[in-house]
């Protein structure tokens, strides 16, 4: 590993976020650090970095197909080490801006869709046979609208959520697993659903170490449960996320139902999904569709 590199992937991890936020910034600095080495730049420090060398990264990587919106969220990440290293101006020049480098007008529309119910029947069924642990996660994603990490250490929150529904609660709180380790509290559409899953689950966890997924750390277990996923058909525009993506759709109809508004709706949705009340217009253009 060059120097570069160990200097970026510190700045990644003192930058602080969720654990993800930091995986992709660490793995930004090496692509970055990589491609620098490909074209024999001779930088030690990214006190040495100029414009020029993010500039033709951003070409190449435009060049091998990669998303506009892909390149908005890396140049975020980089302008985040650049400050975070004291390199402020650099960050925020004009060069360095999203319209200069090509990258403006990209569509924030959600690449993937809400599964449907018959493929969710059949990808289910295939889960079943396979594994009934991940096939627990999966509908408790589906019922709950728990993103990847979430379902994948949902098992510590069993019990929790089954005293929760015996006291007639209408909302279960997430702990484990969530985006930047926020709790969320997510509404109960369907109570008798998500009972006899709970049950379910419990039993299955009972004879896995209390795992749903039987993995001896959260490493193994994601890796675990993205191999599966693909595997059983949750790949592309119906990947686990689209279970989530189902969910959202069902809690729009269900708070409209209730006679909220649609602006109230979305963003009721928005809290439940853990994004918070001011990005209902994102939850109407990402998950909406």
């Known amino acids: 590993m060059s120097l570069l590199e160990q200097e970026m992937k510190t700045l990644a991890r003192q930058a602080g976020g969720s654990h993800k936020t930091v995986h992709d910034r660490m793995a930004l600095a090496q692509r970055f650090c990589e491609r620098l080495l490909a074209q024999n730049v001779q930088i030690r420090r990214v006190e040495q970095l100029k414009a020029r060398h993010i500039e033709s990264y951003v070409r190449e990587r435009l060049e091998q197909g990669i998303t506009k919106r892909s390149l908005q969220n890396e140049m975020a990440a980089l302008r985040c080490l650049l400050k975070q290293a004291g390199r402020d101006r650099l960050a925020t020049s004009e060069r360095l801006s999203n319209k200069s480098l090509g990258l403006s007008g990209a ?137 989530r993506y189902a969910w959202a759709q069902d809690a729009i109809r269900h708070y409209l139902a209730q006679g909220f508004s649609e602006k109230e709706a979305l963003a009721l949705t928005a809290m439940d999904l853990g994004h918070g009340d001011g990005r209902g217009r994102y939850v109407a253009q990402v998950y909406g569709r």
């Open 107 to 243: 569509s924030r529309n959600g690449t993937r869709r809400a599964i449907t119910a018959e493929y969710y029947r059949q990808v289910l069924e295939i889960a079943r046979a396979k594994d009934a642990g991940m096939a627990a996660a999966l509908e408790l994603s589906r019922l709950m609208s728990l993103r990847s990490q979430e379902a994948v250490q949902c098992a510590q929150s069993l019990r929790t959520w089954k005293q929760a529904l015996e006291r007639g609660e209408s909302r279960l709180t997430v702990v484990f697993g969530t985006k930047g380790g926020r709790p969320r509290e997510t509404i109960i559409l369907d109570a008798g659903a998500v009972r006899k899953v709970l049950e379910n689950a419990l039993a299955v966890a009972e004879q896995r170490n209390g795992r749903l997924i039987d993995k001896p750390d959260l490493k193994s277990a994601m890796k675990y449960w993205h191999g599966q996923a693909s595997r059983i058909g949750l790949t592309g525009a119906y990947s686990p996320h689209s279970l």
